[in-house]
């Protein structure tokens, strides 16, 4: 069984900084992707930001030059440093990881339950 959980969510002011955490467990042999996706109400998930294990990313354009994500490949955990925030940056933020268990030897996705991230203007 995997699990990833998040945590760093929470309320800022607009312009104001916050981290988000994620940890993979379980029996996870090797993790290719993981990154963040985000949902707003009334709207679809959308992609926030991903990193490969082998580190390159890729960037909503909404978030490009004030969003990071990285990742620590030793503790299976994504991070994203989320700058300058917005209103519109208001959503639900889930993890996400593309992994391969010891269980399953092929390739699925896992997602995490999510975390609220508000915005006030």
């Known amino acids: 069984q995997v699990q990833l959980v998040e945590s760093g969510g929470g309320l800022v002011q607009a312009g104001g900084s916050l981290r988000l955490s994620c940890a993979a467990s379980g029996s996870i042999l090797t993790i290719n992707t993981m990154g963040w996706y985000r949902q707003a109400p009334g709207k679809q998930r959308e992609l926030v930001a991903t990193i490969t294990n082998g580190?390159?990313?890729n960037y909503a354009d909404s978030v490009k030059g004030r969003f990071t994500v990285s990742r620590d490949?030793?503790?299976n955990t994504v991070y994203?440093?989320?700058n300058s925030l917005k209103p519109e940056d208001t959503a639900v933020y889930s993890c996400y990881a593309r992994l391969t268990t010891y269980r399953s030897l092929s390739i699925n996705d896992y997602w995490g339950?999510?975390?609220q991230v508000t915005v006030s203007s």
Do not use: F, I, P
């Open 55 to 57: 580190g390159n990313t």
């Open 73 to 75: 490949n030793s503790k």
């Open 80 to 82: 994203l440093q989320m």
């Open 113 to 115: 339950r999510g975390t």
